[in-house]
């Protein structure tokens, strides 16, 4: 007959397992430690780098994306606030925030073009005419940052993806599917007739002339009826590869 743990039995293992649970939290904790000293060395030879270059960060866009992805490996976020460290060397802070101030106010001037929604690429365009004279390169990477920013705005102020192409939206205007299928088909050509919706995507009239209609109330599209074929066309500004905007008040 086998024989039950007795009680001087039962206590050792409970005694075992405190010390395989205390033994268990300490190296947690050596490895917690660690792993903040490493962070802290990291982030002072972060320090010591933004130093060193910190007029290639200001002025270089690339090397400024690379910086940017060195901080976030190490948890630090040059952006989070305007004062501190890192305003005080690089003025990254005031930069960005200088660049969303301009976003917002292209955005806002090319709204009745495009019924607020742009292009990354146009934006960025505008935004180098706008800051011709400025010692700082913009690029792309640096308009998403600065449109990150933005989100405290509230509703808008968000970066889309329809297809390959990048749209920022400073509108809370809510694309579903249909309507993204739309503006994807768009970029070809600038513009779809009802015909070629149906074709293409395999809709039927009334489905296609509603995302259209619906598109067009929003300011999002533009109708051209001086065709000989008699069919309407609707244009997007928003996925021209052309532009036809040239408002003074965005360069």
Request: charged content about 30%; hydrophobic content about 35%.
């Given at each position: 007959m086998r024989r039950r743990p007795g009680i001087g039995g039962l206590q050792n293992a409970a005694a075992a397992r405190d010390q395989y649970r205390l033994l268990g939290e300490n190296v947690a904790k050596l490895r917690t430690d660690l792993m903040k000293e490493q962070l802290a060395t990291f982030r002072s030879?972060?320090?010591d780098f933004a130093r060193?270059?910190?007029?290639d960060i200001r002025k270089?866009?690339?090397f400024r994306s690379q910086f940017h992805e060195?901080?976030?490996k190490v948890?630090?976020?040059p952006l989070a606030s305007?004062?501190?460290?890192w305003a005080e060397l690089l003025g990254i802070g005031d930069f960005y925030y200088e660049?969303?101030?301009q976003i917002v106010d292209i955005c806002l001037a090319t709204r009745p073009h495009n019924g607020g929604l742009i292009s990354l690429e146009e934006l960025c365009k505008l935004l180098g005419q706008r800051r011709r004279g400025a010692r700082e390169a913009v690029s792309q990477d640096d308009c998403l940052r600065a449109i990150s920013k933005l989100k405290v705005l509230g509703n808008g102020f968000e970066v889309i993806s329809i297809g390959k192409k990048k749209l920022v939206r400073s509108v809370p205007t809510e694309l579903n599917k249909d309507h993204n299928e739309i503006l994807e088909l768009a970029q070809v050509q600038g513009f779809v007739t009802v015909d070629e919706v149906q074709r293409r995507l395999s809709w039927s009239s009334g489905r296609a002339t509603d995302a259209l209609?619906?598109?067009l109330e929003e300011g999002l599209a533009m109708i051209d009826d001086g065709h000989k074929d008699g069919k309407r066309r609707y244009w997007f500004p928003c996925v021209s590869s052309v532009s036809s905007y040239t408002g003074t008040d965005a360069a």
């Amino acid at each position: 007959m086998r024989r039950r743990p007795g009680i001087g039995g039962l206590q050792n293992a409970a005694a075992a397992r405190d010390q395989y649970r205390l033994l268990g939290e300490n190296v947690a904790k050596l490895r917690t430690d660690l792993m903040k000293e490493q962070l802290a060395t990291f982030r002072s030879q972060l320090e010591d780098f933004a130093r060193k270059h910190k007029n290639d960060i200001r002025k270089n866009p690339a090397f400024r994306s690379q910086f940017h992805e060195m901080c976030a490996k190490v948890g630090v976020d040059p952006l989070a606030s305007n004062k501190g460290f890192w305003a005080e060397l690089l003025g990254i802070g005031d930069f960005y925030y200088e660049l969303g101030v301009q976003i917002v106010d292209i955005c806002l001037a090319t709204r009745p073009h495009n019924g607020g929604l742009i292009s990354l690429e146009e934006l960025c365009k505008l935004l180098g005419q706008r800051r011709r004279g400025a010692r700082e390169a913009v690029s792309q990477d640096d308009c998403l940052r600065a449109i990150s920013k933005l989100k405290v705005l509230g509703n808008g102020f968000e970066v889309i993806s329809i297809g390959k192409k990048k749209l920022v939206r400073s509108v809370p205007t809510e694309l579903n599917k249909d309507h993204n299928e739309i503006l994807e088909l768009a970029q070809v050509q600038g513009f779809v007739t009802v015909d070629e919706v149906q074709r293409r995507l395999s809709w039927s009239s009334g489905r296609a002339t509603d995302a259209l209609e619906t598109l067009l109330e929003e300011g999002l599209a533009m109708i051209d009826d001086g065709h000989k074929d008699g069919k309407r066309r609707y244009w997007f500004p928003c996925v021209s590869s052309v532009s036809s905007y040239t408002g003074t008040d965005a360069a």
